[in-house]
């Protein structure tokens, strides 16, 4: 079984560049088994939401899906209990979302809005959405950045260490280096995003240059299909076949054709 759709996987994957695939076109394929992935798990979750499996999913039946009951809160009455108000927040930060995918207005959501609504990072639509969470959440003195104060969270040095802890350093690196883009000591919301974000770009792009130094054994910068059968190995670990995963999935290359 595994080597039929291993063969049918080559078929499919090598007629990209005819007989041999470049780093872009890895790194395009790998990018649309992320967004195939996403969509056929927002699928199965869609039907188990979708009580009345009329094709659309409400507010309350999410509500139902999730907590067996329909809540309400009010935006304004700010509750007592800890715990309580914590939940009170996330269920409208919830409501907010499921607002803001509906892009119809029509008070429930189809089966793209609700993936928009599962994965609002991968939507453009829905990306203003996930950074005024993140500075609602991070940026403390609401001035529009998170400093690297508000990066690091509640953190207090230990007055009696020499030196920084190794996550410390780390994470200061990761700001500085990856997120901080124009070096101003804080994060704004596009740089917001490099963190908030997973970049599947960056992680196509990496799978893919890793493949080809893997596997590349004549050094073209491409990989043949006799390139890719001798480091099979390889190749059904990485990412471009989603861990083998597209090996057993018909639905993948029926959709890809």
């Known amino acids: 079984m595994i080597t039929m759709f291993f063969q049918l996987f080559l078929s499919c994957f090598v007629n990209v560049s005819m007989s041999r695939v470049s780093q872009d076109e890895l ?3 790998i990018q649309k088994s992320f967004k195939h992935y996403i969509l056929e798990d927002t699928k199965e979750q869609f039907a188990e939401v979708d009580l009345d499996r009329d094709g659309t999913v409400t507010w309350e039946e999410y509500n139902i899906h999730m907590y067996d009951r329909i809540i309400d809160y009010s935006e304004d009455t700010v509750l007592d209990d ?6 009170r927040r996330i269920h409208l930060k919830d409501k907010k979302r499921f607002e803001r995918a509906d892009q119809d207005n029509n008070s429930v959501l189809d089966l793209q809005e609700f993936t928009d609504f599962e994965h609002p990072e991968e939507t453009d639509h829905m990306l203003e959405f996930v950074i005024e969470g993140a500075l609602e959440e991070h940026d403390k003195d609401d001035d529009g950045f998170v400093s690297l104060d ?3 969270g509640e953190y207090s040095q230990d007055p009696e260490a020499t030196e920084d802890p ?7 690196d990761r700001f500085e ?8 000591g804080k994060l704004d919301p596009t740089e917001l995003l490099y963190w908030i974000v997973p970049n599947n770009v960056g992680v196509s792009q990496d799978e893919a ?6 596997i590349d054994n004549d050094g073209d910068g491409r990989l043949s299909e006799a390139e890719i059968l001798q ?7 990485s990412e471009a076949t989603d861990y083998g995963r597209q090996l057993q999935d018909e639905h993948f290359y029926h959709d890809e054709l």
């Open 82 to 87: 800890f715990e309580e108000e914590s939940f």
């Open 166 to 172: 190794q996550w410390l350093i780390i994470e200061k």
């Open 231 to 237: 480091n099979r190995d390889i190749f059904l670990t």
């Open 209 to 214: 240059n890793h493949l080809i130094e893997s």
């Open 177 to 184: 280096n990856d997120y901080d883009k124009d070096g101003d």
């Open 150 to 152: 508000e990066y690091l």
């Open 27 to 29: 790194s395009s394929w």
